[in-house]
């Protein structure tokens, strides 16, 4: 039996700390040594709901690093400071787990990667929506060839708004209050098309076999009073036609109660067939030639272990890099294509992808 391996988490800015400590604590892969925040009543908030000490409660992030000699980072602060987190935790040998989204632009996020190289340590960015029995079980079937080669994909996703839950999908009672909160903040990196099309264009990516759009158009929606969008739409050229990526905040419903409409997910379209991938479904809905009408294919079985905390401590294990989705290659390509997203709606015109050769 090999121990723990020693994580430590930075930054309490996005909801999704307490899930990923949640994680952590419930497996033996990891053993939790320390977390920071600067904000020591929210980071306390989450600890006492997640039953974390406090003397595990770090105001100070250096002294945190110093003490307690973590091998693995979760950090979770605002989008505009991934790389500064990145940089500063791999300069000391310490592997990053990165909340999504990747970062506030591609040149951000390739800073992050050479930070990892250069540290010789690994980065992984945490997708929720990749670990969904559904999304997995498609793209299982597109691996299989069920719909043949994938020509487009159509994406619809977001939820009542961030200020309306916290860690664990806790609902905060009222109307919420987005006044106070970074994802309103433009320089912080808010919106609800960098909160959620990284989602569908990261996946889409990794349904694509990694193939990228020429061009991308997009245009986004700012209520007045706002400085950030509510909700965006975003049209992807590729050599096999045209996909779509839209992105709410301010659903009817949040998808993990009762899916809204649109439902949240994606539709995959094939040369042999479709496939419709609901999030939180229990089945996926396929189209074929031998079966035009559709039939329900119950979602693949999966642990609840089975998770990103497992694929990183994979990783480490091996010695490799982490794939898929969660890896920094897809989670890249998905990374160009929201920058040619967000200079889209700024210029109102279609623009090509960076794409390096």
Known sequence: MTAPRRLAGFCFDHMHMGDLLGKALRTDAYEIVGVYDTQPERMAEVCTDLGIAAELQYADWELLIEQTAPEVAVVCSTTAEHALWVER???????????????????????????????????????????????????????????GDVIEVHYYDGNRGPQFHVHDKKEIDGEGDGSRTWWFSRAAGGGSLLDYLGYGVTLATWFRGGELPSEVTAVSHIPEGFEVDMQSIVIARYATGLSSFHTRWGTFTDPWTHQPQPFCGFVVVGTEGTIMSRDYAEVVTMQTREHPAGIDIPVDEFSAGDDILALLDAAITAGETVEGPCGPQISFGGQLIVDAAIASTDTRTPVALKVKN
């Open 89 to 147: 935790l791999a300069a000391r040998g310490i592997h990053v787990l990165l909340e999504k989204p990747f970062a506030v632009s591609g040149d951000e996020a390739q800073k992050c990667i050479d930070a990892a190289s250069s540290g010789h340590v690994l980065l992984a960015v945490n997708w929720p929506l990749a670990w969904y029995a559904s999304h997995r079980t498609t793209q299982r079937l597109i691996s299989e060839g069920a719909i």
